[in-house]
């Protein structure tokens, strides 16, 4: 049965001789000048014109970018120098993030696990430590004196309260991180106490939220929990990370998440915001939805094959380079990413095939029975939506298949 593909984001479109292009030259350009396939493209025009849209539609809170959705070295330099902040959550990214050019006072480090030596590294440049526990703010504190420096620690909160989909569920229950909401006042008074330069909170609900109710009613509830935590320290957070979860459409059906909505929403409830929070500064950490529609993964076809009836395009990338478009990284149900063959745009979708990666094992589909043009060795595929967790989160070493090429395109803002 043929099932859809996910919508071509917003950007993208064919020149006069129907080829994709991608930051206004022909896929066939950029494959030439990359030298081969497989290659990521990120557009960086189009992330320029994310990070404006986030700025007209919740002026006054920063934007802090996620560096795990992309680390790309042109990438990451280029969204440093247009956000607010960078967060990480490992010493590589870390490392990243200070190459970046990221004044080290603008960066944070979430994450549980954090070893001594990533601590003290974060510690001795001035980096604000998101604590994932009691034990590991205790260890900050004792690196922090042996460094002779106030290291710079905020309070990952766990809260009781979690984004779903489409909704939000109370209860957020156990989980490796953050520090349940009950028993924050305590450590925060202990980091005081123990010399830390207490920066305030980081509250993460959840991901991959495509519902402005959702959202809101989560920030309504985050803004809530950061209040009444103040409260009951009895001081006033200098920041809040209010977490973030903007969801961008990967599949068929699915819509646009309506960021103006939810700035609406939030600019009413800073307005009425505790008392506690007025001087406190507000961030939203956002990956995926800054860089994800940005990047097209374009695979070249190796091979047109037929078993059963059934037609296989055979190319050279696959889910060593784009896990999650091959419905292994956190789907439930295997659905098409947005797909098309990129030298084959203005022509009509007349057969039904599939899309299959290089690698031996039944799990690399890049696309399941869908309508494409009739396409032959030699076509380059696009995958879309491939700017957030494409190489990133993908086993690149896998079956030893070639690496993947990486690309940023667009003169940016
Ligand atoms: C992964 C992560 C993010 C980014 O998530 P996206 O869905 O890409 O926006 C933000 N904050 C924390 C704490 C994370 O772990």
Known sequence: ??????????????GDDGVLSIGGRSVHELV??????PLFVYDLGLIDERIARFRRAIPGVELHYAIKANTYTPLLAHVAKHVDG????????????????????????????????????????????????????????SIGGAEGVAPKLAV???????????????????????????????????????????RGFHIFAGSQALDAAALIEAQRATLELAGALS???????PMVNLGGGFG??????????DIEAVGRALALELSNRHENLVNTEFAIELGRWVVGEAGVYLTRIVDRKVSHGKTFLVTDGGMHHQLAASGNFGQVIRRNYPAAIASRMAQPATEEASIVGCLCTPLDRLADDVMLPRADVGDIVAVFMAGAYGLSASPQAFLGQQAALEMAVGTGI
């Open 231 to 237: 409260a009951e320290i009895g001081a006033a957070p």
């Open 248 to 257: 961008i459409p990967y599949f068929h059906g699915e819509t646009p998440l």
């Open 86 to 141: 960078l967060d990480v959550a490992s010493g590589g990214e870390l490392g990243s993030a200070l190459a970046s050019g990221m004044a080290p006072g603008l960066i944070s480090f979430a994450g549980p696990g954090k070893r001594d030596k990533e601590l003290r590294s974060a510690i001795q440049v001035g980096v604000t430590i998101n604590c994932e526990s009691e034990g590991e703010a205790e260890r900050a504190l």
């Open 32 to 37: 030439a000048e990359a030298g081969d396939t």
């Open 156 to 198: 990952r909160v766990n809260p009781d309260f979690e984004i779903k989909g489409s909704g939000m569920r109370m209860g957020g229950g156990a989980k490796p991180f953050g520090v349940d909401a009950e028993r924050v006042p305590a450590l925060v008074r202990r980091i005081v106490a123990g010399g830390g330069d207490w």
């Open 1 to 14: 049965m043929t099932k859809p593909l996910g919508a071509i984001p917003a950007g993208f479109s064919a």
